[in-house]
T-cell receptor
Framework: NAGVTQTPKFRILKIGQSMTLQCAQD?????MYWYRQDPGMGLKLIYY???????DKGEVPNGYNVSRSTTEDFPLRLELAAPSQTSVYFC?????????????FGPGTRLTVT | AQSVSQHNHHVILSEAASLELGCNYS??????LFWYVQYPGQHLQLLLK??????LVKGIKGFEAEFIKSKFSFNLRKPSVQWSDTAEYFC???????????FGKGTSLLVTP
C-alpha cells in the first residue's frame, strides 16, 4: 500500500492564481481530512469528508473548496490564492469504526503564494 | 471551548537526558489521545495513542505517555533521548463524537550530541 499520497510536493503561486492540491489513499478509508500547518501554530483542519459525496467545513475553510467523488480521492481547491495561504498542507485519512480515531498522514504539499 | 495545550514550545536536551513533554486538554466527555512526531522534512507519524484501558501507554522508539484523567493530561516521556529524536512533537485529541483531531501547537525538540 502506498498509504496517503499528495501531489505536488512544492508549488509557488502568484496572488490570484488557482490550483488544486491532490490527495489519494489506497486503504479504503472513508474519512479524509485536509490540514494546514503554520509555524508555531500546529495543524488546523480545513475540510473533512466522512465518505464519497459528503464534505464539511473544519476550523479554517475560508478560501478553499473540496470535493469527494470517490472514496480514494479528496482534492483541495484554492480559487484565488492569497499570501495568507502560504503554508504546508497535509492530507490524512482514517478508517470507519466506532469513531475515526487514528489518522494516517500524507507527506505534505509546501505552498508559497507571492 | 475545546483546546489542547502543549506547555513547552522549544526544548533542548543533551543525548541521554530524560524527556517529558506536557500536554493538557480541555474537553467534555470521553476523549482519545495521541502523540504524533514530525521529523525534519517528513510527514506526521503516530508515536502512540490512548483510547481506553491502561493509562500508561507505550509507543514506538521507547516513548511512553501517561493519561491522567483528573489532571486532563497526557504527558509524553522518554528515559533517554537520542540525537535522532530531534523533531517536532504534537499532542492531539479527538472526542468520541468528533471526526477530526484537535492538535496542540507542537513542541520542537533539539537533542545535542
Amino acid at each position: 500500500n502506498a498509504g496517503v499520497t499528495q501531489t505536488p510536493k512544492f508549488r509557488i503561486l502568484k496572488i490570484g492564481q488557482s490550483m488544486t492540491l491532490q490527495c489519494a489513499q489506497d486503504m479504503n478509508h472513508n474519512y479524509m481530512y485536509w490540514y494546514r500547518q503554520d509555524p508555531g501554530m500546529g495543524l488546523k483542519l480545513i475540510y473533512y469528508s466522512v465518505g464519497a459525496g459528503i464534505t464539511d467545513k473544519g476550523e479554517v475553510p475560508n478560501g478553499y473548496n473540496v470535493s469527494r467523488s470517490t472514496t480514494e480521492d479528496f482534492p483541495l481547491r484554492l480559487e484565488l490564492a492569497a499570501p495568507s495561504q502560504t503554508s504546508v498542507y497535509f492530507c490524512a485519512s482514517s478508517s470507519e469504526g466506532l469513531a475515526p480515531y487514528e489518522q494516517y498522514f500524507g507527506p505534505g504539499t509546501r505552498l508559497t503564494v507571492t | 471551548a475545546q483546546s489542547v495545550s502543549q506547555h513547552n514550545h522549544h526544548v533542548i536536551l543533551s543525548e541521554a537526558a530524560s524527556l517529558e513533554l506536557g500536554c493538557n486538554y480541555s474537553y467534555g466527555g470521553t476523549v482519545n489521545l495521541f502523540w504524533y512526531v514530525q521529523y525534519p522534512g517528513q510527514h506526521l507519524q503516530l508515536l502512540l495513542k490512548f483510547f481506553s484501558g491502561d493509562p500508561l501507554v507505550k509507543g514506538i522508539k521507547g516513548f511512553e505517555a501517561e493519561f491522567i484523567k483528573s489532571k486532563f493530561s497526557f504527558n509524553l516521556r522518554k528515559p533517554s533521548v537520542q540525537w535522532s529524536d530531534t523533531a517536532e512533537y504534537f499532542c492531539a485529541v479527538i472526542s468520541n463524537s468528533g471526526y477530526a483531531l484537535n492538535f496542540g501547537k507542537g513542541t520542537s525538540l533539539l537533542v545535542t550530541p
